[in-house]
């Protein structure tokens, strides 16, 4: 039989949260974005006052070999100043109760941070997630908080006096009868069933210190008692989190802001960056690595030539993906490779259908930049192009880490920028060629995923091109700006053919009326003006408000064959397929200038 790596340790709920609050268990997600809904908060208060089970919690003895990398750990100050346990599996749980038995702030998926208030009813042992009603309400206490901590600073009698008296004056004031003796011992006794939840047992596992890291990530992984997927960046996210705190402020910092909009900040209109995102960067530019696997590996000490674990492997390592992390979070290089983007015609987070594609993107970008010397004009004109080709061929979907493994290798034949650029056009030759826009990109056209690289494509193709709106002369890129839309979208997504009127003609169902090609962008107003006039009654209005001249020329610019109201449905989407196609190739051919 194998040794265990692990041993149960009898814990109270009371236990192990005080033992958090002090610092010596560390939980790192006090400091990142807090997903479980207060809902789920109410019921966890109502298994245990039911005394129902509640799951577990698992611990990491800390490692030896991190000893001089301890950091405090949370937002409050600590008694310990180095955490003696990382939380593996039940982080959610814990948090939830730390923060909602004491009033400490978590943060919600945008960084903000927010108190958790769970509200509480001695009369009836009810638990509610907190409104605003409750405050005002006599009968129920708005904060389970408040009674945790008036039993911690011993005024938890005049806390029980104050509710009652509370109570009895709003009675009075309904001209109700006032508590009787009993209700009044019910509420203590209901007080005290919550205050007792500090003895509710907790199954707490703790992982031994001398156990590898390879070991315990593969734990953490498969463990999911929480509900809450785990994964290899849950457990590098926590690594980073405990033993280099400061280095996981930074990136906290740096995703808060791509969130926010203001001046001099990481924020942007194409992707709000999580931390796992900065991880991979960071892999990626500083190790030539695309796969998570690999990172803890290396933050632990392991060269990945030899196989052999150092202290001084994991110096060098830590000091490496530190160097290669401030030239991830570098204002000055994001913006810039957001500048890339922008020039290949993606100016919105609509758009943009898979996050791999602007984080290994933007790898190359700083590859490109950092290791081949590549000047500041060619760089944004060869990155363009890359994501270009990589947004609408589906480059960095799938199977992306594999990708972009073969892609770090073949980049080790790659010794200057010449030779960069000789590599990426030729990669982007391999997927660009006459029969991808005469053969593949129609046929990915040919379908109505609300979701589609290929419609992306064909908008960013627009915007390079600067096409004026359908039926207008305002460019589609303004449209895309932010706040031009206010709380109505400046611009709608339109049917070419409109969906009430195929209905009449036949067409049944969303995969024939929703069909890509038979979309286009309005505006506002010109959506409201055609809504499900047929085809020949709109186009009537256009060519003539229009003119001939003009009329033709919009109908070119989208793609639109200019007869296309006399044409067979299907007939107008196989010939505007092919035309969309040519859109985006002509754009294409238009970043190559």
Known sequence: MAAELFKNIP???????????????GLPDLQRPFVWKDNKIRELYDSMLKGYPIGYIMLWESPADYDEKKSSIGINGKIYTEPKELVIDGQQRLTALVASMYGVKIKDKNFAEREIKISFNPLTREFAVWTSAFERTPEWIPKVSDVFLAKENNTISAFRRKYIRAVNEAKDKREEKVLTDAEEDLIENNINDLLNLSEYSL??????????????????????????????????????????NETSDQMNLFCEQSRIPASGTSYNNIIAIEPSHLIRMAVGVGFRRARLHYAYMLLRGKNLETGKYSAEERQENLAKFKEALLKVMDLNNWHAFLNCIGEAGYISKTQIASSNAVVFSYVLYLIAKYDYKLDAVRLKKT??????MGAITYFYTGSTESEVEKQFADLRNVHDAEQFITYIERTITTRFTEDYFRLTLPNELNSAAAISPAWNGYIAAQVVLNTPMLFSSTPVSK??????????NAVDKHHIFPKNYLTQIGYMTDRERNQIANFTYLDYVTNIDISDDPPEEYVERYRNRMGETEYRKTCENHAIPPDFEKMEYMNFLKERRLRMAQIVQKAYKKLCE
Not at 203 to 230: C, H
Not at 383 to 388: E, G, M, S
Not at 479 to 484: D, P
């Open 383 to 388: 990155i363009a192009k890359w994501f270009f």
């Open 11 to 25: 814990s109270k709920v009371g236990d192990l949260v005080r033992d958090v609050r002090i610092g010596k268990i």
């Open 479 to 488: 449209y895309f700006i932010l706040g031009a839309s206010g709380t109505k």
């Open 203 to 244: 199954p707490t596992l703790e992982i031994s210190y001398n156990a590898r890291e390879e070991d315990v990530a593969d734990i953490f992984v498969r463990v999911n008692s929480g509900g809450q997927s785990l994964t290899e960046n849950n457990f590098i996210q926590t690594l980073i989190s405990v033993y280099e």
